[in-house]
Structure formats: structure tokens, C-alpha cells
């Protein structure tokens, strides 16, 4: 061990370890990150037509919708901190630029663009991130 340390290459050594941790640091931190806000709508639809396609077959549906973006049209039945939910069928968590939920009012009908990431097969409910207002 004490030859190691004692090497004419271990400063050299310890210095392009330590430049890699920092520079893994620095991209992790200031990379770009995706907005969410450009993806192009794949599918249009209402919340009752989702759901009935996740309830009649997920296998299907997740071919169909799972990671894309999709806008869904219905009545916003509850309001959380950052969640929406739609027609008690539809939860959509708001994407984290636009995390307020000022925007929506209870009872009223919106469409909504988010990525569609699956069904909930425990509470019946089909799950979409990266959510914004797409529409009243």
C-alpha cells in the first residue's frame, strides 16, 4: 500500500479521479433538462374512453398510450397540491414548472396533455406525468 502512495503516478492518478467526480457532478447538475412542454400530442381522447381501454384490455391500452403523449378531456372532480383528477378516473400529476393548481377549478371540464404511464389496476385509475392545461 505505502508503495502505491509512494508512486510518481498516484498524484497523477488521484488528480484525473477527482476532475471525473467533478466533472460528473457538473453535467448531472447543469445538463440541460427535457421540456416536456414540446411533445407533440400522439392522442386525443375523453377520460371515460381511456379508462374503459385500460379496464377492457392493459395489455392493449399500454401498447397503445403507455410513454405517450396524450390530451384527455373531462370534468376535474379533485384538486391536490400538485394533482389533478379527473372524472375520479384520470390522475394527472402536474408537470414541476407548472405545479400550480390555480388553474383548475372543481366541477369544471378541461383537456389536460400529459404522458400516459400506466394504469393502477389497484385503485382503477389510469396515471399521466408531466401534466399541463392544454385546453378549457
Not at 12 to 31: C, V
Not at 48 to 68: C, H, Q
Request: with cysteine; charged share 20%.
Amino acid at each position: 500500500m505505502l508503495k502505491i502512495l509512494r508512486s510518481s503516478k498516484f498524484p497523477q492518478i488521484l488528480f484525473l479521479i477527482i476532475l471525473l467526480f467533478i466533472s460528473g457532478i457538473l453535467i448531472t447538475t447543469y445538463w440541460p433538462h427535457k421540456n416536456w412542454n414540446n411533445e407533440k400530442i400522439v392522442f386525443s381522447l375523453n377520460s371515460r374512453e381511456l379508462s374503459s381501454a385500460y379496464m377492457n384490455n392493459p395489455e392493449t391500452a399500454n401498447a397503445i398510450y403507455l410513454n405517450n403523449f396524450i390530451e384527455v378531456s373531462g370534468k376535474v372532480t379533485s384538486i391536490d397540491e400538485n394533482i389533478i383528477i379527473i372524472d375520479n378516473l384520470i390522475v394527472c400529476s402536474l408537470d414541476s414548472s407548472k405545479k400550480s393548481t390555480n388553474n383548475f377549478v372543481i366541477n369544471s371540464i378541461y383537456k389536460v396533455k400529459g404522458r400516459c404511464i400506466g394504469f393502477d389496476d389497484l385503485f382503477n385509475e389510469v396515471r399521466l406525468d408531466y401534466c399541463s392545461l392544454s385546453t378549457y
